[in-house]
């Protein structure tokens, strides 16, 4: 399903391919401060992405495996980024259909702090059940 989004200030706007009607929650220590304290929701969105504005985009480098996009104007988280395969997983709220997707998973379950839970049920997996899905293999 293809999807459209702009950051806060319409600086950059993105075309995304949406794989599945769902997106998840993060709870890992570096996206829940990424997204200032709460879990970072995101959709898988695949490789087939079209950016305009791509010079306000600036790239954090965050782990071995993965880098973070945000909007250097207005400071927009716009995507989680896989190194390996170009896979973006963008945040919900940067898609003008984000309402219309099913929260169906959450990562890094075991970071996640007691000051607040989610009411769905929903696949739950550990840091190290995502280190051995993505981290790359030496």
């Given at each position: ?118 009411a769905n049920e929903t696949v739950n997996l550990t840091g190290q059940q995502i280190f051995e899905m993505y981290a790359p293999k030496d």
């Amino acid at each position: 399903m293809k999807s459209n989004g702009k950051c806060l200030c319409g600086a950059v706007a993105v075309e995304a391919n949406v794989t599945k009607n769902e997106f998840g929650a993060c709870h890992c220590t570096m996206c829940r401060k990424w997204s200032a304290g709460g879990p970072y929701l995101g959709v898988h969105c695949g490789a087939d992405t079209k950016w305009s504005g791509e010079e306000n985009i600036s790239v954090y480098d965050s782990s071995q495996w993965a880098e973070r996009g945000f909007c250097n104007n207005c400071g927009t988280n716009l995507f989680y980024r896989l190194k390996e395969t170009k896979e973006y997983h963008m945040a919900i709220g940067l898609l003008d259909n984000g309402e219309s997707l099913k929260f169906t998973s959450q990562v890094f379950i075991d970071e996640k702090p007691e000051n607040y839970a989610f009411a769905n049920e929903t696949v739950n997996l550990t840091g190290q059940q995502i280190f051995e899905m993505y981290a790359p293999k030496d």
